[in-house]
């Protein structure tokens, strides 16, 4: 086979798979090599549409994928012990932060532990997308909301450990929120959606605490002691029930507080007694375990509307926060 015939033949291969390109869309990626992925590593090639990261990658720059305006899917090796994908985005191993929504990806779903956007993670995103992600990912943080940190439990490896604001993961550091965290991982995994995880966690909370009858009223900074005391003993009265769910939603990363006042009394008349509010998609719901614990249900997400033993008045509340 002569020169000419083989630039022929090989300029033929050329075209078509030129051709293959055009009429599939498809220009894959892959990032491998133990190391950094930065803005180098794919040179702003705006034909790239898919990108697979290898297990090996433990550093992702916030502009790795500037002018990639045609990417539209990022898969993770499920190995890579930093990084994870889901519905075609980047994100944290621990899936709290979006890292990237590729600027072509029409649409996708955002797990409900996602509580944070990182830095140029939108970048290229048409600007009516941009504004549905931050408003989901906005109500999932409490962003805005009296009383939290921006902290909140992740599950992993079996574990259930404390991610601060800045994106640092630590061991849970006081009483409260080791036994916070005891509640979830004894109640809840890393599988379901963080609503399931505050409904199981819920029930897990009436049941695992008995009722201990005390007169006693609570005054000053008294929610943090309350909730130690019993979660600890496992027993305690409504404020204690209600002050230990309130830590547990919180860790959750739910806005959470400790309501007190009263309510309607089995013998006539009025009794003070003490219930958990946690904030839901920016509507405040009444969380009462010390009442699914007396009356076997009906005491799970329920407003001052729907409240079985209401009329329920409240007096005072208390914001609850690590």
């Known amino acids: 086979m002569n020169k000419l015939m083989v630039r022929v033949i090989n300029l033929i291969i050329s075209f078509m798979l030129i051709l293959l390109l055009l009429v599939t869309g498809d220009v894959p990626a892959k990032a491998s090599g133990y190391g950094t992925i930065d803005s ?7 034909r790239i549409t898919t990108i697979h990261i290898g ?3 433990y550093d992702i720059t916030s502009n790795a994928f500037y002018n990639l305006n045609n990417l539209r899917s990022i898969t993770v090796s499920e190995s890579n012990p930093f990084y994870a994908s889901y519905s075609g985005c980047l994100y944290d191993k621990y899936y709290t932060e979006l890292l990237c929504y590729p600027p072509n990806l029409s649409g ?3 797990p409900e532990t996602v509580v944070s956007i990182g830095k140029n993670a939108l970048h290229g995103v048409p600007e009516g997308i941009k504004d549905q992600i931050r408003e989901v990912v906005s109500e999932q943080s409490g962003e805005g909301d009296e009383g939290t940190n921006g902290g909140r439990f992740i599950y992993y490896g079996g574990r259930v450990l404390w991610k601060q604001a800045d994106g640092s993961i630590v061991q849970p550091y006081s009483v409260v929120m080791n036994q916070a965290a005891m509640i ?3 109640s809840c995994d890393e599988t379901m959606k ?3 995880q505050l409904e199981a966690s819920f029930y897990y909370l009436s049941s695992y605490i008995s009722y201990e009858r005390s007169l006693e009223k609570p005054s000053g900074e008294w929610t943090d002691s309350y909730a130690a005391r019993t979660m600890g003993s ?4 409504c404020y204690g029930y209600a002050a230990a ?3 547990v939603a919180r860790g959750l990363g739910y806005p959470a507080r400790v309501c007190t006042g009263t309510v309607a009394s089995a013998l006539g008349g009025r009794t003070d007694h003490a219930w958990t509010e946690v904030k839901i998609k920016n509507k405040w719901y009444i969380f009462d375990a010390e009442m699914q614990n007396a009356k076997g249900s009906g005491y799970y997400k329920q407003t001052y509307d729907s409240y079985p033993a209401g009329p329920i008045e409240k007096q005072e509340s208390y914001f609850v926060d690590f």
């Open 194 to 196: 963080r609503s399931e």
């Open 245 to 247: 769910f309130a830590y």
């Open 40 to 46: 180098t590593t794919f040179k702003s090639n705006y």
């Open 108 to 110: 996708a779903y955002i």
């Open 234 to 237: 496992r027993r305690g009265n």
């Open 184 to 186: 979830l991982a004894n």
């Open 55 to 57: 297990s090996d990658i």
